[in-house]
């Protein structure tokens, strides 16, 4: 019975994904869903990111948070055009919230639409928003347990981002045991050494990311 309810609310998901997916696909407009815990890094991730790729890549964010519009005036100091969602104290966001958002941008404008998860490492990746990519942000200082005992969000993940690793030294985590871990989980998946604080390693994923991006505008050139 219950597993009947849930796969009622999984496949209305589905479907506001499906619709998604197809307007960014006209677009072709590269969408990417980040993915981690609270205080991992995910908003300061993402203004480096965007100082990289401004003036090459034509970007906007989607911002989900629970009752606050904090990050959503973080990004909007760096010029690009942001939405907030308020999911009113769900702890992910859903196809028909990123939905709800979607006519306030002009997507035949842009080249890459970045959407912030609600900060949580369990139920935001069981939730299909009409991404190309799912990213994780898994900061260091969470500790090297934390795939293993989340493996969802990494199996589904295209890169991992390991995010502080300046303050690596400070803590316990062994990196190697870390690393494989993941691979253990997603041997396809790559990881990403950064430091959002101190720029380190954000220059390769940047790099990825662009990769990513250019690719689907040769598609588009191609039509
Ligand atoms: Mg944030
Ligand atoms: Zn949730």
């Known amino acids: 019975m219950e597993i009947k309810v849930n796969t009622g609310i999984l496949s209305a998901n589905e479907q506001k994904a499906v619709e998604n997916r197809s307007l960014f696909e006209k677009d072709r407009v590269f969408t990417i869903n980040i993915m981690g815990s609270p205080g991992s890094g995910k908003t300061t991730v993402l203004e480096k990111t965007i100082d990289i790729l401004t003036g090459t890549v034509r970007l906007a964010v989607i911002e989900g ?3 606050t519009s904090k990050d959503a005036r973080r990004i909007e100091k760096h010029g690009v055009p942001v939405e907030q969602i308020n999911t009113g104290g769900a702890c992910h966001l859903d196809a028909k919230m990123v939905s709800g958002v979607l006519n306030k941008f002009d997507l035949t404008g842009l080249d890459l639409m970045i959407i912030e998860n609600v900060g949580n490492l369990v139920c935001p990746v069981e939730f299909d928003l009409g991404e190309d ?10 500790g090297d347990d ?3 005992k989340y493996p969802l969000l990494f199996r589904e993940s295209g890169a991992v981002i390991l995010n502080k690793m300046d303050i690596l030294e400070f803590t316990d985590v062994d990196l190697q045991a870390l690393r494989q871990d993941i691979y253990i989980i997603n041997p396809d998946i790559k990881i990403f050494e950064v430091s959002a604080r101190t720029g380190q390693g954000i220059d390769q994923w940047a790099d990825w990311l662009t990769d990513r991006v250019n690719n689907k505008l040769k598609e588009k050139t191609a039509k």
């Open 65 to 67: 948070d629970i009752y």
């Open 133 to 142: 990519l799912k990213i994780a942000v898994l900061s260091i200082t969470e």
């Open 146 to 148: 934390k795939p293993m």
